[in-house]
């Protein structure tokens, strides 16, 4: 089960950055494949906290262990949510009006 959702975690980030990449086509904004990418990076770390959850202090892995209470778990999905964040408002005011120039 352990290695299982270590290659589902890896597999959804692959996909979030592809749908990332590919969110572009043609100088627009693909909506709804840029939104996809945000629920495979939302999707990928409730992974990695699910593997927090399951693994933390039992000598698996060192990454994880360092997830041994809580606040730290949580923190896991704090930091997906926030990265979701910047990177929207990254989008949005930055990538956005860059492509409405051209």
């Not at 709804?32 to 892995?61: D, E, N």
């Not at 896991?76 to 930055?94: E, G, N, P, Y």
Request: proline residues 3%; glycine residues 4%; charged residues 10%.
């Amino acid at each position: 089960m352990f290695y299982f959702l270590i290659i589902i975690a890896v597999i959804f980030f692959i996909t979030h950055v592809v749908l990332l990449l590919t969110a572009f086509p043609q100088s627009t904004l693909a909506r709804k494949r840029y939104f996809c990418s945000h629920v495979t990076l939302w999707i990928t770390g409730f992974i990695v906290f699910a593997l927090a959850l399951l693994y933390a202090g039992s000598g698996r892995s060192g990454f994880l262990d360092y997830f041994n209470t809580p606040i730290k778990m949580g923190m896991i999905i704090i930091f997906t949510f926030a990265l979701s964040l910047i990177a929207h408002l990254i989008v949005r005011l930055v990538v956005l009006p860059l492509l409405e120039r051209r």
